[in-house]
Protein backbone atom coordinates (compact mmCIF):
# COMPACT_ATOMS: atom_id res chain seq x y z
CA UNK A 1 0.00 0.00 0.00
CA UNK A 2 6.32 -5.67 3.89
CA UNK A 3 10.05 -5.37 4.28
CA UNK A 4 12.31 -2.21 3.28
CA UNK A 5 12.27 -0.35 0.37
CA UNK A 6 15.90 1.33 0.54
CA UNK A 7 19.03 0.78 -0.06
CA UNK A 8 20.51 -0.64 2.42
CA UNK A 9 23.09 2.21 2.70
CA UNK A 10 20.35 4.27 3.15
CA UNK A 11 18.52 2.72 5.91
CA UNK A 12 21.83 2.14 7.61
CA UNK A 13 22.34 6.00 7.34
CA UNK A 14 18.95 7.82 8.13
CA UNK A 15 16.54 5.12 10.30
CA UNK A 16 18.48 4.73 13.63
CA UNK A 17 18.31 8.58 13.66
CA UNK A 18 14.38 8.56 13.14
CA UNK A 19 14.64 5.43 15.57
CA UNK A 20 16.53 7.42 17.91
CA UNK A 21 14.33 10.73 18.05
CA UNK A 22 10.82 8.25 17.94
CA UNK A 23 9.54 6.91 21.25
CA UNK A 24 10.96 2.81 22.21
CA UNK A 25 9.06 0.63 19.64
CA UNK A 26 5.32 -0.53 20.94
CA UNK A 27 4.67 -4.08 22.68
CA UNK A 28 1.93 -4.35 19.78
CA UNK A 29 5.08 -4.57 17.20
CA UNK A 30 6.95 -7.33 18.81
CA UNK A 31 6.51 -11.07 17.60
CA UNK A 32 4.20 -12.27 20.65
CA UNK A 33 1.97 -9.37 20.98
CA UNK A 34 -1.40 -9.12 19.06
CA UNK A 35 -2.28 -10.76 16.14
CA UNK A 36 -4.59 -9.60 13.54
CA UNK A 37 -7.07 -12.31 12.27
CA UNK A 38 -8.64 -12.65 8.93
CA UNK A 39 -12.30 -11.47 10.20
CA UNK A 40 -10.09 -8.51 11.71
CA UNK A 41 -8.24 -7.32 8.44
CA UNK A 42 -11.50 -7.66 7.00
CA UNK A 43 -12.93 -4.94 9.41
CA UNK A 44 -9.95 -2.47 9.41
CA UNK A 45 -10.22 -2.79 5.53
CA UNK A 46 -13.89 -2.18 6.02
CA UNK A 47 -13.14 0.84 8.04
CA UNK A 48 -10.87 2.22 5.82
CA UNK A 49 -13.05 1.57 2.73
CA UNK A 50 -15.50 3.49 3.64
CA UNK A 51 -13.86 6.97 4.32
CA UNK A 52 -12.51 6.59 0.71
CA UNK A 53 -15.34 5.60 -0.36
CA UNK A 54 -17.49 8.67 0.79
CA UNK A 55 -15.25 10.91 -1.06
CA UNK A 56 -15.96 10.32 -4.20
CA UNK A 57 -19.67 8.79 -3.53
CA UNK A 58 -21.37 12.12 -3.90
CA UNK A 59 -19.21 13.17 -7.35
CA UNK A 60 -22.19 11.28 -9.32
CA UNK A 61 -25.31 13.21 -7.16
CA UNK A 62 -23.98 16.69 -7.71
CA UNK A 63 -26.25 17.50 -10.39
CA UNK A 64 -28.82 16.14 -8.68
CA UNK A 65 -28.08 18.07 -5.06
CA UNK A 66 -27.52 20.65 -6.93
CA UNK A 67 -31.48 21.09 -8.01
CA UNK A 68 -32.82 19.64 -4.80
CA UNK A 69 -30.96 21.84 -2.39
CA UNK A 70 -30.70 24.86 -5.32
CA UNK A 71 -26.57 24.51 -4.06
CA UNK A 72 -24.82 26.12 -6.94
CA UNK A 73 -21.06 25.17 -8.36
CA UNK A 74 -18.91 26.51 -4.99
CA UNK A 75 -21.46 24.69 -2.84
CA UNK A 76 -21.21 21.69 -5.25
CA UNK A 77 -17.27 21.86 -4.80
CA UNK A 78 -17.48 22.01 -1.18
CA UNK A 79 -19.12 19.06 -1.07
CA UNK A 80 -16.71 17.35 -2.35
CA UNK A 81 -13.76 19.23 -0.91
CA UNK A 82 -14.93 20.20 2.55
CA UNK A 83 -15.25 16.60 3.16
CA UNK A 84 -11.73 16.13 2.47
CA UNK A 85 -10.08 19.43 4.16
CA UNK A 86 -11.58 18.00 7.50
CA UNK A 87 -10.34 14.49 6.55
CA UNK A 88 -6.97 15.76 5.87
CA UNK A 89 -6.76 17.99 8.64
CA UNK A 90 -7.28 15.82 11.16
CA UNK A 91 -5.93 12.62 9.67
CA UNK A 92 -2.48 12.76 11.64
CA UNK A 93 -4.09 13.70 15.01
CA UNK A 94 -6.64 11.13 14.78
CA UNK A 95 -3.10 8.71 13.90
CA UNK A 96 -1.81 10.18 17.16
CA UNK A 97 -4.70 9.75 19.61
CA UNK A 98 -5.12 6.42 18.24
CA UNK A 99 -1.05 5.76 19.67
CA UNK A 100 -2.11 7.14 22.64
CA UNK A 101 -5.28 5.80 23.25
CA UNK A 102 -5.88 2.31 21.94
CA UNK A 103 -6.63 1.91 17.86
CA UNK A 104 -9.27 -0.36 18.55
CA UNK A 105 -11.03 2.13 20.60
CA UNK A 106 -10.45 4.56 18.25
CA UNK A 107 -11.95 2.71 15.26
CA UNK A 108 -14.84 2.25 17.09
CA UNK A 109 -15.15 5.58 17.82
CA UNK A 110 -14.67 6.94 14.40
CA UNK A 111 -17.21 4.35 13.11
CA UNK A 112 -20.02 5.15 14.98
CA UNK A 113 -19.38 8.96 14.30
CA UNK A 114 -19.27 8.57 10.61
CA UNK A 115 -22.34 6.31 11.07
CA UNK A 116 -23.92 9.29 12.67
CA UNK A 117 -22.63 12.27 10.58
CA UNK A 118 -23.45 9.69 7.39
CA UNK A 119 -27.35 10.01 8.99
CA UNK A 120 -26.76 14.32 9.21
CA UNK A 121 -25.55 14.05 5.60
CA UNK A 122 -28.70 12.11 4.52
CA UNK A 123 -31.07 13.95 6.75
CA UNK A 124 -29.63 17.52 5.84
CA UNK A 125 -32.44 20.34 4.42
CA UNK A 126 -29.97 22.97 2.94
CA UNK A 127 -26.57 23.32 0.89
CA UNK A 128 -25.03 24.48 4.18
CA UNK A 129 -26.09 22.57 6.43
CA UNK A 130 -25.05 19.24 4.04
CA UNK A 131 -21.40 21.28 4.02
CA UNK A 132 -21.52 21.29 7.47
CA UNK A 133 -22.22 17.71 8.19
CA UNK A 134 -19.81 16.82 5.38
CA UNK A 135 -17.06 18.47 7.26
CA UNK A 136 -17.63 16.44 10.06
CA UNK A 137 -18.20 13.30 8.31
CA UNK A 138 -14.70 14.23 7.35
CA UNK A 139 -13.48 14.52 10.96
CA UNK A 140 -14.82 11.22 11.83
CA UNK A 141 -13.35 9.60 9.19
CA UNK A 142 -9.84 10.79 10.11
CA UNK A 143 -10.35 9.07 13.76
CA UNK A 144 -11.06 6.16 11.78
CA UNK A 145 -8.80 4.99 8.80
CA UNK A 146 -5.78 5.99 10.95
CA UNK A 147 -6.38 2.62 13.06
CA UNK A 148 -6.67 0.32 10.29
CA UNK A 149 -3.10 1.30 8.82
CA UNK A 150 -1.49 1.17 12.41
CA UNK A 151 -3.41 -1.69 13.10
CA UNK A 152 -2.45 -3.61 10.46
CA UNK A 153 1.29 -2.07 10.71
CA UNK A 154 1.83 -3.25 14.30
CA UNK A 155 -0.82 -6.82 14.63
CA UNK A 156 0.70 -8.44 11.41
CA UNK A 157 4.36 -9.34 10.55
CA UNK A 158 6.43 -10.61 8.13
CA UNK A 159 4.67 -11.93 4.40
CA UNK A 160 1.30 -11.61 5.99
CA UNK A 161 1.75 -7.63 6.51
CA UNK A 162 3.09 -7.51 2.98
CA UNK A 163 -0.08 -9.37 1.72
CA UNK A 164 -1.91 -7.09 3.80
CA UNK A 165 -0.53 -3.51 2.89
CA UNK A 166 -1.06 -4.84 -0.72
CA UNK A 167 -4.91 -5.33 -0.05
CA UNK A 168 -5.29 -2.14 1.30
CA UNK A 169 -3.72 -0.72 -1.54
CA UNK A 170 -6.16 -2.15 -3.25
CA UNK A 171 -9.26 -1.53 -1.31
CA UNK A 172 -7.94 2.41 -1.23
CA UNK A 173 -7.73 2.68 -5.33
CA UNK A 174 -11.09 0.71 -6.06
CA UNK A 175 -12.72 2.14 -3.35
CA UNK A 176 -12.05 5.41 -5.30
CA UNK A 177 -14.23 3.99 -8.63
CA UNK A 178 -16.86 1.90 -6.95
CA UNK A 179 -17.67 5.02 -5.17
CA UNK A 180 -19.17 6.88 -8.37
CA UNK A 181 -20.36 4.12 -9.90
CA UNK A 182 -22.52 2.42 -6.69
CA UNK A 183 -23.16 6.50 -6.31
CA UNK A 184 -24.59 6.29 -10.01
CA UNK A 185 -26.90 2.89 -8.88
CA UNK A 186 -28.22 4.23 -5.62
CA UNK A 187 -29.30 7.52 -7.14
CA UNK A 188 -31.17 5.71 -10.19
CA UNK A 189 -32.67 3.32 -7.71
CA UNK A 190 -34.20 5.86 -5.39
CA UNK A 191 -34.74 3.61 -3.15
CA UNK A 192 -37.59 4.34 -0.67
CA UNK A 193 -37.85 7.44 -2.58
CA UNK A 194 -34.69 9.46 -0.72
CA UNK A 195 -33.17 10.67 -3.63
CA UNK A 196 -29.36 10.83 -3.21
CA UNK A 197 -29.72 11.04 0.07
CA UNK A 198 -29.41 7.09 0.37
CA UNK A 199 -26.35 7.24 -0.57
CA UNK A 200 -25.04 8.77 2.89
CA UNK A 201 -27.83 7.06 4.75
CA UNK A 202 -26.50 3.50 3.30
CA UNK A 203 -23.17 3.86 5.44
CA UNK A 204 -25.39 4.30 9.40
CA UNK A 205 -25.67 0.38 9.18
CA UNK A 206 -22.24 -0.66 7.68
CA UNK A 207 -20.67 1.56 9.89
CA UNK A 208 -22.89 0.17 12.87
CA UNK A 209 -21.47 -3.22 11.50
CA UNK A 210 -17.85 -2.09 11.53
CA UNK A 211 -18.01 -1.11 15.07
CA UNK A 212 -19.42 -4.42 16.40
CA UNK A 213 -17.23 -6.52 14.50
CA UNK A 214 -14.13 -4.82 15.94
CA UNK A 215 -15.24 -5.71 19.29
CA UNK A 216 -15.23 -9.46 18.31
CA UNK A 217 -12.28 -9.37 15.99
CA UNK A 218 -9.75 -6.29 15.99
CA UNK A 219 -7.26 -6.53 18.67
CA UNK A 220 -6.52 -3.59 20.68
CA UNK A 221 -3.09 -2.22 20.24
CA UNK A 222 -1.13 1.07 21.15
CA UNK A 223 1.82 2.90 21.79
CA UNK A 224 4.24 1.96 24.46
CA UNK A 225 5.13 5.18 24.88
CA UNK A 226 2.89 7.57 23.28
CA UNK A 227 3.67 11.21 22.40
CA UNK A 228 1.30 13.99 23.60
CA UNK A 229 -1.08 15.87 20.88
CA UNK A 230 1.23 18.42 18.98
CA UNK A 231 -1.92 21.09 19.57
CA UNK A 232 0.45 23.80 17.56
CA UNK A 233 1.98 21.78 14.94
CA UNK A 234 -2.20 20.45 14.51
CA UNK A 235 -3.25 24.35 14.36
CA UNK A 236 -0.69 25.52 11.84
CA UNK A 237 -1.26 22.21 8.66
CA UNK A 238 -4.83 23.11 9.33
CA UNK A 239 -4.46 26.92 8.93
CA UNK A 240 -2.32 26.00 6.06
CA UNK A 241 -4.65 23.26 4.48
CA UNK A 242 -7.54 25.80 4.70
CA UNK A 243 -5.32 28.86 3.25
CA UNK A 244 -4.66 27.20 0.62
CA UNK A 245 -7.83 25.23 -0.69
CA UNK A 246 -10.89 27.42 0.82
CA UNK A 247 -9.64 30.44 -1.91
CA UNK A 248 -8.83 28.25 -4.57
CA UNK A 249 -12.56 26.66 -4.48
CA UNK A 250 -14.48 29.45 -3.27
CA UNK A 251 -12.46 32.17 -5.18
CA UNK A 252 -14.06 32.04 -8.85
CA UNK A 253 -17.59 31.81 -7.45
CA UNK A 254 -17.16 35.08 -4.93
CA UNK A 255 -15.27 36.82 -8.04
CA UNK A 256 -12.38 36.17 -6.32
CA UNK A 257 -12.13 39.33 -3.77
CA UNK A 258 -9.48 40.22 -1.52
CA UNK A 259 -9.21 37.89 1.34
CA UNK A 260 -8.74 34.85 -1.27
CA UNK A 261 -5.50 36.74 -2.24
CA UNK A 262 -4.32 36.93 1.33
CA UNK A 263 -5.17 33.81 2.26
CA UNK A 264 -3.18 31.96 -0.67
CA UNK A 265 -0.68 34.93 -0.01
CA UNK A 266 0.00 32.98 3.80
CA UNK A 267 0.42 29.69 2.79
CA UNK A 268 4.06 29.78 2.32
CA UNK A 269 4.36 31.66 5.70
CA UNK A 270 2.12 29.51 7.46
CA UNK A 271 4.11 26.00 5.83
CA UNK A 272 7.45 28.05 6.94
CA UNK A 273 6.02 28.05 10.23
CA UNK A 274 4.68 24.75 10.58
CA UNK A 275 8.10 22.89 9.40
CA UNK A 276 10.18 25.35 11.96
CA UNK A 277 7.70 24.90 15.10
CA UNK A 278 7.92 21.30 14.03
CA UNK A 279 11.24 20.81 13.56
CA UNK A 280 11.84 22.72 16.82
CA UNK A 281 9.83 20.40 19.05
CA UNK A 282 11.70 17.16 17.60
CA UNK A 283 15.25 18.91 18.56
CA UNK A 284 13.68 19.87 21.91
CA UNK A 285 12.81 15.57 21.76
CA UNK A 286 9.33 15.36 22.01
CA UNK A 287 7.24 13.92 19.42
CA UNK A 288 5.69 16.57 16.85
CA UNK A 289 2.42 15.96 15.05
CA UNK A 290 4.77 15.09 11.59
CA UNK A 291 8.25 13.98 12.48
CA UNK A 292 10.21 15.58 10.17
CA UNK A 293 13.23 13.23 10.45
CA UNK A 294 11.38 10.40 8.73
CA UNK A 295 11.68 12.72 5.72
CA UNK A 296 15.02 11.83 5.42
CA UNK A 297 14.47 8.31 4.17
CA UNK A 298 14.87 8.31 0.99
CA UNK A 299 11.84 5.64 -0.60
CA UNK A 300 9.77 7.71 1.86
CA UNK A 301 10.06 10.84 1.03
CA UNK A 302 10.34 10.19 -2.75
CA UNK A 303 7.24 8.40 -2.13
CA UNK A 304 5.20 10.90 -0.55
CA UNK A 305 6.35 13.27 -3.57
CA UNK A 306 5.14 11.28 -6.15
CA UNK A 307 1.43 10.65 -4.06
CA UNK A 308 0.88 14.54 -4.57
CA UNK A 309 0.72 14.72 -7.92
CA UNK A 310 -0.53 11.43 -9.03
CA UNK A 311 -3.90 11.58 -6.57
CA UNK A 312 -4.48 15.67 -7.41
CA UNK A 313 -4.88 14.44 -10.82
CA UNK A 314 -6.93 11.42 -9.36
CA UNK A 315 -9.37 13.72 -7.51
CA UNK A 316 -9.96 16.14 -10.50
CA UNK A 317 -10.30 13.60 -12.82
CA UNK A 318 -13.18 11.69 -11.07
CA UNK A 319 -15.09 14.87 -10.35
CA UNK A 320 -15.06 16.30 -13.69
CA UNK A 321 -15.46 13.55 -15.45
CA UNK A 322 -18.96 12.84 -13.83
CA UNK A 323 -19.95 16.49 -14.57
CA UNK A 324 -19.20 16.56 -17.83
CA UNK A 325 -20.93 13.04 -18.32
CA UNK A 326 -24.07 14.53 -16.94
CA UNK A 327 -24.26 17.91 -18.12
CA UNK A 328 -22.10 17.87 -20.91
CA UNK A 329 -23.18 14.66 -22.25
CA UNK A 330 -26.62 14.67 -20.55
CA UNK A 331 -25.96 10.79 -19.59
CA UNK A 332 -27.56 9.72 -16.28
CA UNK A 333 -26.47 8.73 -13.00
CA UNK A 334 -26.16 5.63 -14.16
CA UNK A 335 -24.41 5.43 -17.24
CA UNK A 336 -22.26 8.86 -15.94
CA UNK A 337 -21.68 5.55 -12.67
CA UNK A 338 -21.13 2.90 -15.12
CA UNK A 339 -18.01 4.95 -17.55
CA UNK A 340 -16.22 4.01 -14.60
CA UNK A 341 -16.75 0.08 -14.35
CA UNK A 342 -14.49 -0.58 -17.39
CA UNK A 343 -11.81 1.76 -14.91
CA UNK A 344 -12.31 -0.40 -12.31
CA UNK A 345 -12.00 -3.18 -13.76
CA UNK A 346 -8.33 -2.45 -15.22
CA UNK A 347 -6.98 -1.10 -12.09
CA UNK A 348 -8.63 -4.28 -9.79
CA UNK A 349 -6.65 -6.31 -12.38
CA UNK A 350 -3.71 -4.64 -11.99
CA UNK A 351 -4.04 -4.45 -8.62
CA UNK A 352 -4.29 -8.29 -8.20
CA UNK A 353 -1.15 -8.64 -10.40
CA UNK A 354 0.83 -5.97 -8.97
CA UNK A 355 2.06 -7.98 -5.87
CA UNK A 356 3.84 -10.60 -7.39
CA UNK A 357 5.25 -8.01 -10.28
CA UNK A 358 6.62 -5.93 -7.80
CA UNK A 359 8.55 -8.95 -6.53
CA UNK A 360 10.10 -10.03 -9.47
CA UNK A 361 10.72 -6.29 -11.17
CA UNK A 362 10.79 -3.69 -8.48
CA UNK A 363 9.91 -0.11 -8.79
CA UNK A 364 10.05 -0.48 -12.70
CA UNK A 365 6.24 -1.53 -11.79
CA UNK A 366 5.41 1.35 -10.41
CA UNK A 367 7.14 3.84 -13.44
CA UNK A 368 5.81 1.13 -15.85
CA UNK A 369 1.73 2.14 -14.36
CA UNK A 370 2.39 5.68 -14.85
CA UNK A 371 3.36 5.30 -18.39
CA UNK A 372 0.60 3.20 -18.73
CA UNK A 373 -1.89 5.45 -17.37
CA UNK A 374 -0.24 8.80 -19.66
CA UNK A 375 -1.21 6.40 -22.79
CA UNK A 376 -4.94 5.87 -21.05
CA UNK A 377 -5.09 9.82 -20.91
CA UNK A 378 -3.51 10.52 -24.48
CA UNK A 379 -6.62 7.84 -25.46
CA UNK A 380 -9.78 9.63 -23.24
CA UNK A 381 -8.11 13.12 -25.31
CA UNK A 382 -8.26 11.96 -28.46
CA UNK A 383 -11.33 10.69 -27.59
CA UNK A 384 -13.00 13.98 -26.70
CA UNK A 385 -11.01 15.72 -29.62
CA UNK A 386 -12.42 13.95 -31.83
CA UNK A 387 -15.97 13.50 -31.62
CA UNK A 388 -17.70 15.20 -28.42
CA UNK A 389 -21.12 14.82 -29.70
CA UNK A 390 -20.36 11.13 -30.11
CA UNK A 391 -18.55 10.05 -26.60
CA UNK A 392 -20.58 8.14 -24.75
CA UNK A 393 -19.47 5.76 -21.83
CA UNK A 394 -18.66 2.67 -24.61
CA UNK A 395 -16.76 5.28 -26.38
CA UNK A 396 -14.63 5.93 -23.24
CA UNK A 397 -14.13 2.42 -22.94
CA UNK A 398 -10.50 1.84 -24.53
CA UNK A 399 -9.21 4.77 -22.25
CA UNK A 400 -10.80 4.52 -19.26
CA UNK A 401 -9.51 0.68 -19.48
CA UNK A 402 -5.49 1.95 -20.36
CA UNK A 403 -5.91 4.45 -17.63
CA UNK A 404 -7.25 2.17 -14.53
CA UNK A 405 -4.85 -0.16 -15.55
CA UNK A 406 -1.66 2.17 -15.22
CA UNK A 407 -3.73 3.45 -11.56
CA UNK A 408 -4.04 0.00 -10.83
CA UNK A 409 0.11 -0.69 -10.93
CA UNK A 410 1.00 2.82 -9.53
CA UNK A 411 -1.24 3.15 -6.80
CA UNK A 412 -0.90 -0.47 -4.49
CA UNK A 413 2.95 -0.59 -5.09
CA UNK A 414 3.22 2.92 -3.80
CA UNK A 415 1.08 2.56 -0.84
CA UNK A 416 3.03 0.05 0.33
CA UNK A 417 6.30 1.85 -0.52
CA UNK A 418 5.55 4.32 1.81
CA UNK A 419 4.10 2.40 4.60
CA UNK A 420 7.04 -0.25 4.69
CA UNK A 421 9.51 2.59 5.49
CA UNK A 422 7.80 3.98 8.43
CA UNK A 423 8.94 2.50 11.32
CA UNK A 424 6.80 0.24 13.05
CA UNK A 425 6.70 2.34 16.21
CA UNK A 426 5.13 5.63 14.32
CA UNK A 427 2.75 3.12 12.83
CA UNK A 428 -0.07 5.45 13.94
CA UNK A 429 1.63 8.75 12.96
CA UNK A 430 2.79 7.44 9.77
CA UNK A 431 -0.49 5.92 8.68
CA UNK A 432 -1.40 9.58 9.27
CA UNK A 433 1.18 11.25 7.37
CA UNK A 434 0.44 8.67 4.24
CA UNK A 435 -3.57 9.76 4.84
CA UNK A 436 -2.82 13.20 5.02
CA UNK A 437 -0.61 13.33 1.76
CA UNK A 438 -3.61 11.33 0.18
CA UNK A 439 -6.47 13.44 0.87
CA UNK A 440 -5.03 16.79 1.06
CA UNK A 441 -4.02 15.93 -2.80
CA UNK A 442 -7.17 14.70 -3.53
CA UNK A 443 -8.97 17.60 -2.70
CA UNK A 444 -6.02 19.69 -4.33
CA UNK A 445 -7.30 18.04 -7.62
CA UNK A 446 -10.90 19.05 -6.85
CA UNK A 447 -10.43 22.28 -5.72
CA UNK A 448 -7.69 22.95 -9.05
CA UNK A 449 -8.74 20.93 -11.69
CA UNK A 450 -12.21 21.16 -10.62
CA UNK A 451 -12.68 25.12 -10.44
CA UNK A 452 -10.43 25.45 -13.92
CA UNK A 453 -12.94 23.19 -15.87
CA UNK A 454 -16.08 24.84 -14.20
CA UNK A 455 -14.30 28.13 -14.90
CA UNK A 456 -13.98 27.26 -18.43
CA UNK A 457 -17.09 25.33 -18.77
CA UNK A 458 -19.35 28.53 -19.29
CA UNK A 459 -17.04 30.37 -22.07
CA UNK A 460 -15.21 27.26 -24.00
CA UNK A 461 -17.79 24.71 -23.66
CA UNK A 462 -17.25 21.52 -21.72
CA UNK A 463 -15.78 20.05 -24.64
CA UNK A 464 -12.65 21.93 -24.13
CA UNK A 465 -12.51 22.48 -20.49
CA UNK A 466 -12.38 18.28 -20.63
CA UNK A 467 -9.69 18.39 -22.93
CA UNK A 468 -7.81 21.23 -20.95
CA UNK A 469 -8.31 18.96 -17.88
CA UNK A 470 -7.35 15.58 -19.12
CA UNK A 471 -3.82 17.29 -21.11
CA UNK A 472 -2.99 18.91 -16.97
CA UNK A 473 -3.64 15.51 -15.16
CA UNK A 474 -1.21 14.02 -18.33
CA UNK A 475 1.41 16.49 -17.28
CA UNK A 476 1.03 15.42 -13.49
CA UNK A 477 1.44 12.06 -14.90
CA UNK A 478 4.67 12.79 -16.76
CA UNK A 479 5.84 14.27 -13.36
CA UNK A 480 5.07 10.90 -11.57
CA UNK A 481 6.90 8.66 -14.35
CA UNK A 482 10.30 11.01 -13.55
CA UNK A 483 9.93 11.23 -9.98
CA UNK A 484 9.87 7.15 -10.04
CA UNK A 485 12.85 6.96 -11.38
CA UNK A 486 14.42 8.04 -8.00
CA UNK A 487 12.82 5.17 -6.24
CA UNK A 488 14.60 2.03 -4.92
CA UNK A 489 15.02 -0.41 -7.58
CA UNK A 490 14.24 -3.37 -5.10
CA UNK A 491 10.96 -3.51 -3.65
CA UNK A 492 10.32 -6.13 -0.76
Known amino acids: MATPLTAPATRANVLPQVTRLSS ?4 SAAPAGPRLSTLGLITVLLGAFLPMLD ?74 ALVGARALQGAAAALMLPQALATIQ ?26 QVLGGLL ?37 ANPAR ?27 WPLWTWLLLAAVPFLGTTFVMVERRAERAGSIPLIPLSLLRINGLRTGLTMAVPFFTGFGGFMLVMAVALQQGLREG ?35 TGAVIQAVG ?34 MPPLIRLVLSEIPVERAGVGGGILATTQQSSLALGVATLGTLFLTLSPSIGMHDALTWVLALQFVLTLGVIALSTRLPKRVG
Open 24 to 27: PPST
Open 55 to 128: FFIVNVALPTIDRDLVAGPATLELFVAGYGIAYAVLLVLGGRLGDLFGRRRLFIAGSLAFGLTSLACGLAPTAL
Open 154 to 179: SATQGERKARAMGIYGAVGGISVVVG
Open 187 to 223: LSANLFGTGWRFIFLVNVPVALVAAVLALRAVPETRS
Open 229 to 255: VDLPGTALLAATLLALLVPLMEGRAVG
Open 333 to 367: PIASGLAMVPMAVGFFAASLAGPRLLNRFGSKVIR
Open 377 to 410: LLVLTVTVLTDWSGVSPLVLLPGMVIAGTGQGLV
